[in-house]
């Protein structure tokens, strides 16, 4: 897309307010893709909105050169709704994260993604409360100690991708802050898709919760702890030690320098609900050698009409049948009565 003749770059989608996160902070990283992978998107910025709740990534659209509205907690799933359904046009993104999107926001989100409008929500992950300096979030591990659970917590903690999943989201994904090229590479796949695409970004807070994601940012340790999902691809990890196949169901770990064959292996498709299900259930906190790896990249993809293609079809065919109305005569009603 250009502006006045000229192609956008990336500095054509950085405000001019001063970014005021930690130093350190993971946001930078996902501020700093956005407004990298946005000029290859061809969005006239005119067209482009972000829209967030409350929490640090919520900052997000003060720091975009577009429009965009910090709307208030947990409610940005539900602001986004209007906008798209008003202004069907719109490139509309929703910044949340998992305090802002799976406490207090929990319910708009679930409503958001089952009603399927062509919108992205990226929810930043950093397993805390950081703006409110510490608590323990939906997704803080079981033990957890924090200011707000001195004795560990004892919540067993959300699974952000198995949530979206259940609500029968048509797009699901998980990126993190410290692989630029592969977060911009989602980025990109999630603008492509229509329909509501649900990116889950693991996002460092170095100072309430450092190194949370370690396993699977540390060079040393994220190649035998994860995996990345390519459509129609074995799923190998390991430096392509290790693989996974399915015996029926079951998910099986295979060693590749004891016999077994790529061709014996699990092969990954972004159309398939059962096997996506069964990736998000890779989760846990305590990886190791017996432990299944997580999966990053797209675990689903799912063509479905849109909330706001059917509001507009069912608008229309009322227009078809009824005629225009006449908003006077809805207010005033048919039925009339003296008051004396």
């Known amino acids: ?8 770059s990336s500095k054509d989608f950085s405000s001019d307010q001063d970014v005021r996160w930690c ?13 990298t992978v946005l000029p290859e998107l061809g969005i006239n910025r005119k067209d482009l909105v972000f829209i967030s709740g409350i929490g640090c990534s919520s900052r997000f659209p003060y720091y975009m050169n577009s429009y965009g509205m910090h709307s208030i907690h947990g409610r940005a799933p539900a602001v986004a709704t209007g906008l798209k359904a008003a202004n069907p046009e719109l490139s509309v993104w929703v910044i949340t994260g998992d305090g802002d999107g799976l406490s207090i926001g929990g319910n708009h989100l679930i409503h958001a993604l089952r009603r399927n409008l062509d919108i ?54 998980r990126t993190v802050d410290r692989d630029p090229t592969h977060l911009r590479e989602v980025l990109k796949r999630a603008h492509e898709h229509k329909g509501t ?9 170095n100072v309430f919760n450092d190194g949370a994601f370690e396993p699977w940012t540390d060079k040393k340790q994220r190649d035998a702890n994860s995996i ?10 390991d430096g392509g030690n290790k693989g996974l196949r399915l015996d029926g169901l079951k998910p099986q770990i295979v060693d590749l320098t004891e016999g077994f064959s790529q061709s014996e292996l699990w092969v990954h498709d972004e159309k398939d609900a059962t096997k996506a299900h069964i990736l998000s259930r890779f989760f846990n906190h305590e990886p190791g050698p017996d432990k299944f790896p997580r999966p990053f ?7 479905r009409f849109t909330y706001e ?11 078809e049948l009824q005629g225009k109305g006449n908003l006077d005569e809805l207010i005033r009603g048919k039925s009339t009565w003296e008051v004396e």
């Open 120 to 173: 992205n929500i990226l929810l930043f992950n950093n397993e805390i409360y950081g703006l409110t300096k510490g608590q323990y979030s939906p997704t803080s591990e079981l033990g957890k100690y924090t200011k707000s659970s001195p004795l560990g917590s004892i919540d067993h903690p959300f699974n952000p991708l198995s949530l979206a999943l259940g609500a029968d989201a048509t797009f699901v994904a």
């Open 1 to 8: 897309m250009e502006r006045n003749g000229t192609a956008y």
């Open 228 to 237: 990345i999902l390519q459509q129609g691809q074995p799923l190998v990890y």
């Open 23 to 35: 130093p350190g902070c993971g946001d930078y990283s996902i501020l700093k893709q956005m407004q």
């Open 197 to 205: 695409s649900y990116v889950e970004i693991y996002q460092n807070c």
């Open 297 to 303: 990249g797209i675990l689903y993809s799912e063509d």
């Open 309 to 319: 293609e059917a509001m507009q079809n069912q608008l229309d065919k009322a227009l």
